[in-house]
Each structure stands twice: as structure tokens, then as C-alpha cells.
């Protein structure tokens, strides 16, 4: 059974940097897209970046140039770089693996998912 396991969280202040893991088991990744959401209590679920299959890179407008996302074939693994952190950062951030791992849509089942981690900023 595909895992996703998902590392990297905690707390940090303001312009601080984060680096998330997200290592997966039981699959190829690198024939799916590849994304990272985030949720904050009461706000909708936010794709943040997203690289497709076909070599797509997404970034949201509201950490576009602060947040990057990598991966290392070799480790299974999915990395979120994320810098100049603002407190409006602050949710608990999912991986995605799949078939439409891409898309603006939180949680689609055709995706494998990460347990979801905290990340706060504070000011």
C-alpha cells in the first residue's frame, strides 16, 4: 500500500524558513503529479505548489518567490522549501501523489495523501 509520510513542521517567526518533507513508499512518484496543500481553521484548502508530470511547475500568487518545490527521485521524497515566512502561513500543509495531484481541489481521492502538518509563523 502506497504511505505517505510527511516531516519538517514546527514553529518559526516571521521571515524564518521551513523545509517539508513528504517521503513516499510503494510507488513511482515521479510518473504522478506531485503537490502541496495547505488548510487553515476556517479558511478553504489552498493548493500551494504543484509540479505535473509533464513538467509543470505551479505556485500560488501568495508564495510565489518564497516557496519551492523539489523532489529527490532517488529518496522517494517531495520537498517544500518555504522562506520569508508571514504568519498568514500558518496551517496544516498536505502532500499529494497522483494522477491529478495538481489540481486546485483538496483531497481528491484518486491521490495518495500525508498525514498533514502544523506549520505556525509568528509575528
Known amino acids: 500500500e502506497a504511505q505517505l509520510v510527511e516531516s519538517g513542521g514546527g514553529s518559526v517567526q516571521a521571515g524564518g524558513s521551513l523545509r517539508l518533507s513528504c517521503t513516499t513508499s510503494?510507488?513511482?512518484?515521479?510518473?504522478?503529479?506531485l503537490g502541496w496543500y495547505r488548510q487553515a481553521p476556517g479558511n478553504e484548502c489552498e493548493l500551494v505548489a504543484s509540479h505535473s508530470s509533464e513538467g509543470t511547475t505551479y505556485y500560488s500568487d501568495s508564495v510565489k518567490g518564497r516557496f519551492t518545490i523539489s523532489q529527490d527521485n532517488a529518496k522517494n521524497t517531495v520537498y517544500l522549501q518555504m522562506n520569508s515566512l508571514k504568519p498568514e502561513d500558518t496551517a496544516e500543509y498536505y502532500c499529494?501523489?497522483?494522477?491529478?495531484?495538481?489540481?486546485?481541489?483538496?483531497?481528491?481521492?484518486?491521490?495518495?495523501w500525508g498525514q498533514g502538518i502544523q506549520v505556525t509563523v509568528s509575528s
Open positions: 499529494a501523489v497522483g494522477p491529478v495531484a495538481a489540481s486546485t481541489e483538496c483531497f481528491q481521492e484518486y491521490n495518495y
Open positions: 510503494g510507488f513511482t512518484f515521479e510518473d504522478f503529479d
